[in-house]
């Protein structure tokens, strides 16, 4: 027997005080195991799991100890050993399994709690480093986060996660990436020097979600380069939303200009409510004609792309293009004066005009 056998072995029969005793009454009467034996039984399994001990090393104890027992039994009693053991071993079984989950899900909630702390930044930071290298991360590195959604929420669970996180760990082994689910959308942050796990997580994620979106945030240094990098995701996702943008991959580096243009909330609604708001006027209101710009703008002012984008003919987004130059001052086929009505049709989807008053 190897020494690390020795040692489990020993442990294992450490676990084993007043076992023998209790095979011994047991059989010598027939009975089957009082309460109290059961709770010491029980008790005792659950203290082995809380050391580390392995079902494998204790069961095997247990029988091991029973051989011992055996010669001392008269012939009547020892016809009771082997229920005795079974009823023994059950018990002890029940403790050792009842430990374990708790154990389970003792770790799952300092995971999730971890992972609340790391995402929202709402923990001392330090604590949040310190705390990330259980959980495979190395904090004073920079890292990014990338983040997917799909027409349903998923959990730790579900089968949506555990595909992305096998097809990870399949390809990348143990690269220090945690691999999580918040607020029904799948979460994965790996290091800033290892591209390749989010471009793999988003293809992966993409296709588990069944045409899902991602949105990638730019790497950041730090634990607050986590939430950082977090946070630009999330406002990727909801800025595809607002802005129509199909794009299966989102990356929050090339949506910069979107938070600049929104910064002065106050100059931009200004600026759509003096270029697009006389398209009010027109029959059926606004929306029609800011459906129009949007896809002639979407489209590289192309119009007769742009038209079967709206199921039109070219004549009739000819006819909406002159009504808006009509309606507003502005030709949208002047490359001078479309930079206006460009900027302020891409204000009028950030501030969800005209559905919502400026």
Request: glycine residues 8%; hydrophobic residues 40%; negative net charge.
């Amino acid at each position: 027997m190897t020494e690390q056998g020795a040692a489990e072995r020993d442990a294992a029969a450490d676990h084993l005080e007043g076992y023998a005793e209790i095979l011994t009454g047991v059989c010598a009467t027939g009975r089957r195991l009082t309460r109290e034996e059961r709770d010491a039984l029980r008790s005792r399994g659950e203290r082995a799991a809380e050391a580390g001990i392995g079902l494998r090393a204790l069961v095997r104890a247990h029988l091991s100890a029973a051989q011992h027992v055996l010669p001392d039994l008269s012939p009547g009693a020892a016809e009771h050993l082997l229920s005795a053991v079974e009823q023994a071993v059950d018990v002890f079984a029940e403790g050792h399994e009842r430990a374990q989950r708790l154990a389970v899900r003792q770790q799952e909630a300092a995971r999730r709690e971890f992972i609340d702390d790391l995402l929202l930044g709402r923990s001392d930071l330090g604590r949040i480093a310190e705390r990330a290298e259980r959980f495979g991360l190395l904090l004073s590195h920079a890292h990014a986060v990338a983040v997917a959604q799909g027409r349903e929420p998923y959990s730790d669970g579900y089968e949506v996660t555990r595909t992305v996180e096998s097809s990870l760990v399949a390809r990348f082994g143990n690269r220090r990436i945690l691999l999580t689910t918040k607020d029904g959308r799948l979460i994965c942050v790996a290091p800033a020097d290892e591209p390749d796990v989010l471009a793999h997580f988003a293809k992966q994620a993409y296709a588990a979600t069944d045409g899902g979106q991602v949105a990638v945030g730019r790497p950041h240094p730090g634990p607050g380069g986590v939430v950082h990098s977090y946070e630009e995701a999330l406002n990727a996702l909801d800025l595809a939303a607002r802005m129509d943008l199909d794009d299966p991959v989102l990356y929050a580096a090339d949506l910069l200009v979107y938070p600049v243009l929104t910064r002065d909330r106050q100059a931009m609604a200004d600026l759509v409510r003096t270029v697009l708001g006389p398209l009010q006027e027109a029959r059926g209101g606004a929306r029609p004609l800011l459906e129009t710009l949007a896809a002639y703008f979407d489209t590289g002012c192309v119009s007769a792309q742009a038209a079967r984008r709206l199921s039109l003919s070219v004549r009739a987004m000819t006819y909406r293009l002159a009504r808006i130059h009509r309606l507003t001052g502005s030709d949208p086929t002047d490359p001078v004066q479309r930079y206006a009505l460009q900027t302020a049709v891409i204000g009028a989807r950030l501030l969800d005009w005209p559905d919502q008053p400026l």
